[in-house]
């Protein structure tokens, strides 16, 4: 079943197309990566699938919603988490309270609960605090646990990242560049990882990625992007050796 | 034309024309906020105590050393480039790197500091500014116009020409530039970044100086007259915060609408006319009328 | 350095983390309990002075130190509290309710401020407040027929049923009541989703959003919240005070308001506490300078403005953390001793990113 599609879609900044007529569709339970060199547009396509930018023309279609009028904070409650390249986690917080933060979508008190911290808050709380537990477990964060993002090393935040994103419980996540800032082992792990994510959590992956291992050893299928443009989609190999990727590397 | 008509065209005329001088004061200061945000990216919410404070030292060197007249602006305007540049070096410096909160409420403590000292040397007493061209005027049939009004409008003029010829044209208003947009890539192209801040708090407060020495003989000199500033603000977002042109403009429709407020709305108005509208100009065009910069998004 | 075990979950979602704290606490209360049976009645004023800052520090911190809503204009909503307290108490409205209706109007007129404050952030949020409180205040100044314009207004004795609360000893009680409830509030507030928004918001916008973080609903009940607050805080001012004049919430109380979160220690509730007794002490501080001053320095008019400027400045350059910041510092030292490292505390400095677009 297709989990994500985009149709012709476009956007230009100021006469500039970042994005130009870029169609694909996903499947669920896909691991799917964007490569591409720098400018291609690839977080600006990110950007638009989580509406932080509005699409010019074209459409994004979301497990069979049409995502056009929904504003940015409705997408993480139809089921899209995402990472960012650089790390936007909340640094003065602890990784378990960023953790926590991801369960917000499915927070059901209201004001009153809150104020007052009844019954149906602490149950709710209870209920986050196992789900964030369990997402630590999953991506070894233990030890960091009570730790504030500011005094944590980068390879660390862009795991707690995908954790926040993980603890959203989502049908989809983007990744953006998930093994920037890591060593060679953290990206070995990762590749782990990101198999336990599709296999355990049952959830479809976007990735945006440079090293071509991780891209080769983890997705399903790679799209070639540049200049906004979509110039191949196919098996890791395959794109790798398309004489257009070629080009657009080497220029 | 009717007799009446002709009245109220006066009348109109006259309002304009005090608005317009007023504005050009709310301009002045607004284009000093404007010169430090767009260099440094901080607001410096100390402008309109610096412009009390140059107003201060004027009268000082003025009617207290018995400076003559021009030497006196000079020295006044001097004096507070010097403190702009102390002001930056012992209490803007040390704030590099922190959030851009902590140094508006920074700048918040120095205009307490500044309007206690000149409580402190000058005292609470209102003073008067002695200028050649106090209370004389051209009457043009009936519609009077102080030299004081032309005076402020001409020296807005003045500087507002000067401080465009300066960031179009001199290398050290490009650097002022390119400083305010990436101060660490500005680092790494061999700009001074501490040397760009500390000129950039002299320009501004020497402005602040001129400001208040154009607006001294209309009205009095008191540690007070710095809360003008507050209005100034408004002036600045409402022309687009970052354009120096539209801190013109903004100090003029405040101004004129201050002026216009007073006389055909209920007591009151006339003080809250600049805030009402700030405020309507946030809810409309939330980044003000001549918009140069617009917000990232990430 | 203390370590906790955790068995179960519940264990962090308490209020108190561990027995220390418990201990601690309660003695505090105690000997808070303990004060009217041996201080004099001008002590437990100036203490019950404190507990109404520390509610408005608690309001202003909850926008300020968790949203990172800067607001110039919180003395507006002090104001709005306290006029629509002595209002009703005067149209003969029991206290508790009319207490109540000024905290919701409060509330309300926070929500209405919310709107064009959504818009705008940082700087332009912080005029905007400004403006607002401006305005509030020329309105208070003309509103003659409710506010009785600049001749003030006198407001009525508290009292529930037969029991007065103006006695000293009352009032404390009183005050004392409602800071702890403001405290718990607050408290629950901070462990629940709303607080985690909350700090999401002033943390990162983009990723709040990207989290399913409504921004403009989290802002607003922000406003709400806080307004709410400090609207309490207006209406027991207001008893303080006995008097109210349009320029008793003029933008010196509101940049007082801030001083207090910002030395107290932006983003935490300590750092309100501490702010607030910062605040209640410093004019007796201020009252004692001024007898032991020369002449000529005693007499500055803006004398007192002019060193809580000098507060201000030296406490942002020196200690961006306020008296909490401090505290903790002090703390990890004994605690950490003799292996205490200066850098641990280090400061992290980011360089000037802009936040534009040519």
Not at chain 3, 106 to 127: E, N
Request: proline residues 4%; aromatic residues 10%.
């Amino acid at each position: 079943m297709t989990i994500l599609e985009l149709k012709n879609a476009s956007v230009s900044f100021g006469g500039v197309k970042a994005i130009e007529n870029v169609s694909f569709s996903m499947e669920e339970g896909e691991v799917l990566s964007i490569v591409g060199p720098n400018g291609a547009g690839k977080t600006t396509l990110f950007n638009l699938i989580s509406k932080i930018y509005d699409l010019d023309s074209g459409s994004i279609i979301f497990d069979d919603i049409e995502l056009i009028s929904t504003p940015p904070h409705e997408i993480a409650k139809l089921g899209i988490a995402r990472t960012f390249q650089n790390t936007e986690l909340f640094e003065h917080e602890s990784v378990l309270n960023n953790l926590l933060i991801g369960s917000h979508v499915h927070a059901k008190t209201n004001l009153l609960h809150e104020l007052f911290f009844l019954r149906k808050a602490r149950d709710q709380e209870l209920i986050f605090r196992k789900n964030a537990e369990n997402i630590i477990d999953l991506l070894d964060l233990q030890s960091y646990r009570n730790t504030k993002i500011v005094s944590l090393p980068f390879g660390i935040r862009k795991l707690v990242e995908i954790g926040r994103a993980l603890c959203l419980e989502p049908k989809l996540v983007l990744l953006d560049e998930p093994s920037s800032g890591l060593n060679p082992e953290e990206t070995e792990d990762l590749v782990f990882q990101i198999e336990d994510i599709k296999e355990e959590l049952a959830i479809s992956i976007l990735m945006i990625e440079h090293d071509m291992n991780l891209v080769s050893k983890a997705s399903d299928r790679v799209i070639a992007l540049a200049d906004g443009k979509v110039l191949t989609i196919g098996k890791s190999q395959e794109v790798q050796e398309h004489p257009e990727v070629i080009k657009a590397y080497l220029g | 034309m009717s007799f009446l008509a002709l009245e109220v065209l006066l009348e109109l005329t006259q309002l304009l024309i005090s608005g317009v001088s007023q504005g050009c004061v709310y301009g002045l200061i607004a284009s000093g906020f404007v010169l430090i945000y767009k260099a440094t990216e901080m607001v410096n919410f100390a402008q309109g105590d610096l412009m009390m404070f140059g107003a201060f030292l004027a009268y000082a060197f003025i009617s207290i050393f018995n400076f003559p007249f021009a030497l006196g602006l000079v020295a006044a305007v001097l004096a507070m480039a010097g403190i702009g540049a102390l002001i930056e070096r012992f209490a803007i410096r040390p704030m590099i790197g922190e959030p851009h909160f902590s140094v508006l409420m920074i700048t918040i403590g120095l205009g307490f500091i500044f309007r206690a000292l000149a409580g402190f040397i000058w005292g609470s007493e209102p003073k008067s500014l002695e200028t050649p061209y106090a209370g004389k005027f051209f009457d043009f049939d009936g519609l009077i116009i102080g030299i004081e009004n032309i005076v402020i409008v001409l020296g807005t003029l003045a500087l507002c020409s000067a401080l465009a010829f300066f960031f179009k044209t001199t290398s050290l208003g490009k650097a002022m530039q390119a400083a305010s947009q990436n101060q660490l890539a500005a680092m790494y192209v061999g700009i001074s970044v501490k040397k760009i801040n500390s000129i950039t708090w002299a320009i501004a407060a020497a402005i602040s100086a001129v400001a208040g020495i154009l607006i001294a003989p209309v009205s009095l000199i008191d540690p007070q007259i710095g809360f003008i500033g507050v209005k100034a603000f408004a002036a600045a977002i409402v022309g687009g915060f970052g354009s120096l042109p539209g801190a013109i403009i903004g100090g003029l429709i405040i101004g004129i609408g201050e002026q216009f407020a007073g006389l055909y709305l209920p007591p009151g108005f006339s003080e809250v006319t600049a805030y009402a509208i700030l405020l309507t100009m946030l809810l409309i065009r939330p980044h003000g009328i001549l918009t140069s910069v617009q917000i990232k998004k990430m | 350095m203390r370590f906790i075990r955790k068995t179960n979950y519940h264990q962090d979602i308490q209020i108190f983390k561990h027995d220390g704290q418990i201990f601690w606490y309660t003695c505090l209360m105690l000997i808070l309990l303990s004060f009217p049976f041996f201080l004099s009645d001008f002590y437990l004023g100036e203490l019950a002075l404190i507990f109404i800052y520390a509610i408005a520090g608690i309001g202003l911190m909850l926008l300020t130190g968790y949203t990172g809503l800067v607001s110039l204009g919180h003395a507006a909503f002090l104001g709005i509290g306290a006029y629509t307290h002595s209002y009703f108490l005067g149209l003969g409205i029991p206290f508790v309710f009319s207490l109540s209706i000024s905290v919701l109007f409060s509330s309300l007129i926070g929500t209405l401020l919310a709107i064009p404050a959504l818009r705008v952030t940082g700087i332009y949020l912080a005029v905007a407040t400004l403006a607002f409180s401006i305005i509030v205040e020329q309105i208070l100044s003309h509103w003659v027929s409710v506010t009785g314009g600049y001749r003030g207004m006198l407001v009525p004795d508290p009292s529930i049923g037969n029991l007065s609360l103006k006695p000293n000893t009352t009032f404390y009680f009183v005050c004392l009541i409602f800071v702890s409830s403001s405290v718990l509030i607050s408290l629950n507030i901070l462990r629940s989703p709303l607080g985690r928004a909350m700090t999401a918001v002033r943390d990162s916008e983009i990723s709040a959003q990207s989290m399913g973080i409504n921004l403009a609903r989290t802002k607003t009940i922000a406003f709400a919240i806080s307004a709410g607050f400090t609207g309490l805080a207006g209406g027991l001012l207001a008893h303080k005070i006995g008097y109210l004049a349009p320029d008793s919430f003029n933008l010196l109380i509101s940049i007082q308001l801030l001083l207090m979160v910002v030395v107290g220690g932006l983003g935490s509730l300590h750092g309100a506490i501490y702010g607030a007794i910062f605040i209640g002490f410093l004019p007796q501080a201020l009252a004692l300078l001024r007898d032991n001053l020369p002449e000529k320095f005693a007499q500055i008019p803006g004398l007192e403005p002019g060193i809580f400027g000098l507060i201000l400045v030296a406490v942002l350059i020196y200690e961006p953390l306020g008296i909490y910041g401090r505290w903790l510092k002090i703390r990890s030292f004994f605690e950490e001793f003799p292996l205490y490292r200066r850098s641990t505390h280090k400061r992290q400095r980011n360089f000037l990113k802009t936040e534009r677009l040519r």
